[in-house]
């Protein structure tokens, strides 16, 4: 209750004021330091330190605050330029502030501006794809508007974006009437009133299986034969969860929806969330009423307004049916289910972060062993997935013979030669987010193992302006920038031969072309690469020397604090970057932050690696790691000249 209390007074105030909190911390029995605590941890939440503090910021609280998104494709953009030209509409209107945050979840629409108006209805706007003078045009006249005229003013919907629902294969009931969904929860419901108790052994398992006996759960056998895989980044298998939170011991058991999503980059679950809520909503009632959990949660960024609201919705819809709290569809089986509003934060996106921000805790990655699966909410069993694992679940369980066989079959032809006793195909579909330098920036739903030319190609329209392909993000900022080619002897023996064992090279190549790489997590992590569910690409044009500072400086905003390693080391990596960015560094300077032993950029990431909780100190340093090692051009142009 705590941070949904928190998000109301600063929806009504614009700010946390003291007195309100202290009253708060009386109506909820709790501590004045616990209510401190959280609300100084979320940048959603604006407090002032004493009282004449907050007397001071009261009165300057401006009318209108511009949250102008600094990441990625919103900066490739011209974030920087929209940035600059608002300042200067501020400094002619006091009511008017600006500041830059991380990825608001636009960035199909880049650049991506959110308007908070701080009187009035606290209303917010969305200005998506808009030039600098534009936005500025509309910022103004937003400060001068009459409620009458405040109707008039633009606001880009999420809603008004044309898209592609009705085709997708995970959309089992495209085409039907809202009457005729839940269909896998009417067919699997006997199933679930009466599971079975043992463990099948794998008489039947499909070509590509030996990786575990098949479960006996009908419903977690066909996630198994599925070869469903979590689609959050981590891509761990869906059914052994789901297995694993079966088996634990536990009086109450929980599920959630991790639908923080707030990588840069990435922005397929709002739309996910936005057209098919009810796919979402049926696969965690299946999992709540499998693993006889109490309740669900669904965490969803406080800034997707819309799809906040298409979610309540289609709960309350589902509740007002009895597929959805107690006793559903007549059965002594019951499963309740709410929303979550996400208070921000990047680091929510981790899972042991998240569940602390659900119990209202500040949002600090746990040690880990134990699992969530046995040690999860409030020290529960718990299911945590992504909004899309929980999504194909319905399509899982209905299409085809209803055993998984159908997903599984969906994945793209591999190369030949196949390896004995492995699938002739990729295994499944999933959903990327493409943005950056192409011409049809979205979401799209391809087969697995599709590559990622093809991806560009044959789906989004290919680089804008016919320019040559430089470099692709494959996973947001986490896997840094990998060039259109790169060197053979830039990989280590073991993954040159990954990458022939694959049919990715042929004898004599020198290079390997980044266009033929199958979107596939098992080749992708062969190669010692990564694939998450956002893909930014750069033409031949882009500055890379920029957008890896503008990485490095993500990082820096979104470390929790936590480990000092990360914390520290994050902003030393921005300083290395500003640094090189600036032309303070000389060529020998630069050739040595890579070298082994003693090079800075590696020792700094060694140090986070080794001692981060979460993966923020993993991944932090590959923005700055992979400019250096494969943009030698770029970096060039910025190398201080010897004295």
């Given at each position: ?24 911390a ?14 100084s ?32 494709a ?34 199909d629409?880049?650049?991506a ?31 001068s ?63 590509s ?7 006996a ?52 679950d ?18 709540g ?7 669900g ?51 929510c ?32 069993p ?57 011409a ?81 997590l ?26 890896a ?39 020998a ?55």
């Amino acid at each position: 209750m705590i941070i949904q209390e928190l998000q109301r007074l600063q929806t009504e105030h614009g700010y946390l004021p003291r007195q309100a909190l202290r009253q708060l911390a009386d109506r909820l029995a709790v501590p004045h330091y616990r209510i401190q605590e959280v609300a100084s941890f979320y940048p959603h939440f604006r407090l002032f330190a004493g009282e004449a503090e907050e007397a001071e910021g009261r009165k300057a609280l401006p009318q209108i605050e511009v949250a102008v998104c600094r990441d990625m494709a919103c900066r490739l953009r011209g974030a920087a330029q929209i940035t600059e030209q608002l300042q200067g509409v501020a400094e002619r209107n006091a009511t008017i502030a600006i500041h830059e945050v991380s990825c608001l979840g636009r960035c199909d629409r880049a650049p991506a501006v959110r308007v908070h108006t701080n009187s009035g209805d606290h209303c917010v706007r969305n200005l998506l794809g808009r030039s600098p003078a534009e936005v500025s045009d509309i910022v103004a006249r937003m400060a001068s508007a009459t409620p009458e005229t405040a109707d008039t003013l633009p606001d880009d919907k999420d809603g008004l974006l044309p898209h592609s629902a009705e085709t997708w294969k995970m959309n089992a009931y495209a085409g039907q009437s809202a009457d005729q969904r839940y269909a896998a929860l009417r067919q699997w419901l006997s199933v679930l009133q009466n599971p079975p108790s043992t463990r099948a052994k794998p008489t039947d398992a499909p070509p590509s299986a030996g990786r575990d006996d098949k479960p006996a759960h009908p419903i977690i056998a066909a996630l198994w034969t599925a070869n469903l895989l979590g689609m959050g980044g981590a891509g761990g298998r869906a059914w052994k969860k789901w297995d694993e939170v079966l088996r634990a011991k536990g009086h109450t058991k929980y599920v959630v929806c991790n639908g923080d999503e707030s990588e840069p980059g990435t922005f397929k679950d709002r739309e996910i969330f936005l057209r098919t809520p009810y796919l979402v909503i049926e696969g965690m009632i299946l999992a709540g009423l499998l693993l006889r959990a109490k309740k669900g949660y669904i965490y969803i960024r406080h800034e997707y307004e819309e799809q906040i609201a298409a979610v309540r919705a289609e709960i309350e819809r589902a509740r007002k049916l009895g597929l959805c709290g107690k006793s559903i569809l007549g059965t002594e089986l019951g499963f309740e289910l709410e929303v979550f509003v996400s208070p921000g934060g990047y680091i929510c996106g981790e899972q042991t972060a998240l569940i602390q921000a659900i119990q209202d805790e500040r949002a600090e990655p746990r040690n880990r062993p134990p699992e969530l699966q046995t040690n999860g909410l409030w020290d529960m069993p718990t299911l945590l997935n992504n909004v899309e694992t929980f999504a194909w679940v319905p399509a899982i369980l209905t299409q085809g013979n209803s055993d998984g066989a159908w997903y599984s079959a969906l994945g793209q032809p591999k190369s030949l030669p196949v390896k004995e006793n492995a699938t002739p195909h990729y295994q499944g579909a999933r959903f990327f987010s493409v943005s950056g330098d192409v011409a049809q920036p979205g979401v799209y739903e391809v087969p697995i193992g599709i590559t990622l030319g093809e991806l560009i190609d044959h789906y989004c329209g290919g680089i804008k302006d016919g320019l040559p392909l430089k470099a692709v993000a494959t996973s947001g900022p986490s896997a840094g920038f990998l060039p259109a080619t790169i060197p053979l002897d830039a990989f280590s023996p073991r993954v040159r031969q990954k990458l022939a064992d694959h049919c990715l090279v042929s004898a004599g190549d020198k290079e390997f072309q980044l266009r033929r790489l199958p979107l596939e997590l098992g080749v992708v992590r062969d190669l010692n690469l990564m694939l998450g569910g956002g893909i930014v690409v750069y033409a031949s044009d882009a500055d890379l020397v920029d957008q890896a500072v503008a990485c490095l400086r993500f990082y820096q905003s979104e470390s929790c604090g936590k480990c000092v390693p990360c914390r520290i080391g994050s902003t030393k990596l921005v300083e290395i970057g500003e640094d090189l960015q600036a032309g303070r560094l000389t060529a020998a300077e630069i050739e040595s932050l890579l070298a082994n032993p003693g090079g800075r950029v590696l020792d700094l990431a060694q140090a986070m690696a080794e001692t981060a909780i979460c993966g923020l100190g993993n991944v932090a340093p590959n923005p700055l790691r992979t400019l250096l090692s494969y943009f030698p051009s770029d970096v060039r142009r910025h190398v201080r000249a010897e004295q």
